[in-house]
């Protein structure tokens, strides 16, 4: 088992690790809009919000030599399921004809106030 830490996605705010790689696969922990520059939120705009999720997820698969192309599954919170649409158009952009299994739900309340948390499961080779 490997604890996975990359100064390019946001240090965790909890006893927890940014991912656990382990029998070639790759667990990511929630990423949130942190930008892991500043440690600031980004909350401007539900779209700047799901982008910068993205972009934290990317640079953890930078570090572990992987791509969205190697997602099994993802799950996606969710404040509120009317935010379904744009949140889904975004996270689809990261993806080229292999979609991953996944599940989004709508929950009371994610850390920080946040609109939008994804995890993610990963085959590393």
Do not use: C, W
Not at 21 to 39: E, T, V
């Amino acid at each position: 088992m490997q604890i996975i830490h990359t100064s390019a996605a946001p240090a965790p705010i909890g006893p927890y690790s940014q991912a656990v790689l382990h029998n070639g696969l790759l667990y990511l922990s929630g990423q949130i809009a942190i930008d892991p520059a500043s440690g600031d939120l980004v909350q401007h705009s539900l779209e700047a919000e799901t982008q910068q999720v993205m972009k934290n997820i990317a640079a953890l698969l930078e570090a572990t030599g992987t791509s969205f192309n190697k997602v099994i599954k993802t799950t996606i919170f969710l404040s509120d399921m009317a935010l379904f649409a744009e949140v889904n158009t975004i996270y689809g952009s990261y993806f080229s004809g292999h979609y991953p299994a996944r599940e989004t739900v709508a929950v009371k309340g994610l850390p920080k106030g946040v609109n939008v948390e994804i995890s993610m499961l990963v085959a590393v080779d």
